[in-house]
T-cell receptor, first 115, second 117 residues
Framework: EPEVTQTPSHQVTQMGQEVILRCVPI?????FYWYRQILGQKVEFLVS????????KSEIFDDQFSVERPDGSNFTLKIRSTKLEDSAMYFC?????????????FGPGTRLTVT | AQTVTQSQPEMSVQEAETVTLSCTYD???????LFWYKQPPSRQMILVIR??????QNATENRFSVNFQKAAKSFSLKISDSQLGDAAMYFC??????????????FGKGITLSVRP
């Protein structure tokens, strides 16, 4: 069964450094998302992406964040200058065309630790 | 804006027994989707069950079923014949249908379910 994959599984970085989190959505999906979960808290929406454009973004997704689909398979989240409070689990998700259902399928997550 | 509330932070159930996890939500929309996701210690988000708001029939998936009360804006998850592998964090989530095919999920705070052997 197709799966969303994410790399790396765990990333440790120093405050102020740039990080890129990578995701490979399910191949026939059209809609892509990033969510984050600070330890012990609920999952929060960051951004949705469709047709090479951001569809919606939350207040968390400020100028330090960016997303990109550099080729036909990868979907990346970049944090330009990490802060301690960016430490969280970051989940990528994808969903199929409307004819294929409405669920969002999540990757296993990348644990980001900012020191 | 939609909100999802899970007021019980923790619940415990004896193996083989039945447990119900509560969820309420607030929305002004009439057409939407509701989900329950399971998050085991690995922290992977696993879809458990889904419900379309326009369907009156409650969704079921094997041992998992929901009680969807649209007027009350309630969406509870019932787990029958609980197994040790059911121990996890469970999140209730809402997704609008009006805002398009790529609308976001809004999650509740989650409930930690433990299963006693």
């Amino acid at each position: 069964e197709p799966e969303v994959t994410q790399t790396p599984s765990h990333q440790v970085t120093q405050m102020g450094q740039e990080v890129i989190l990578r995701c490979v959505p399910i191949s026939n999906h059209l809609y892509f998302y990033w969510y984050r979960q600070i330890l012990g808290q609920k999952v929060e929406f960051l951004v949705s992406f469709y047709n090479n454009e951001i569809s919606e973004k939350s207040e968390i997704f400020d100028d330090q964040f960016s997303v990109e689909r550099p080729d036909g398979s990868n979907f990346t989240l970049k944090i330009r200058s990490t802060k301690l409070e960016d430490s969280a689990m970051y989940f990528c998700a994808s969903s199929p065309p409307p004819s294929g259902g409405y669920e969002q399928y999540f990757g296993p997550g990348t644990r980001l630790t900012v020191t | 804006a939609q909100t999802v509330t899970q007021s019980q932070p923790e619940m415990s159930v004896q193996e083989a027994e039945t447990v119900t996890l509560s969820c309420t939500y607030d929305t002004s929309e009439s057409d939407y989707y509701l989900f329950w996701y399971k998050q085991p210690p690995s922290r992977q988000m696993i879809l458990v069950i889904r419900q379309e708001a326009y369907k009156q029939q409650n969704a079921t998936e094997n041992r998992f079923s929901v009680n969807f009360q649209k007027a009350a804006k309630s969406f509870s998850l019932k787990i029958s014949d609980s197994q040790l592998g059911d121990a996890a964090m469970y999140f209730c989530a809402y997704r609008s249908r009006a805002t398009g095919a790529n609308s976001k999920l809004t999650f509740g705070k989650g409930i930690t379910l433990s299963v006693r052997p």
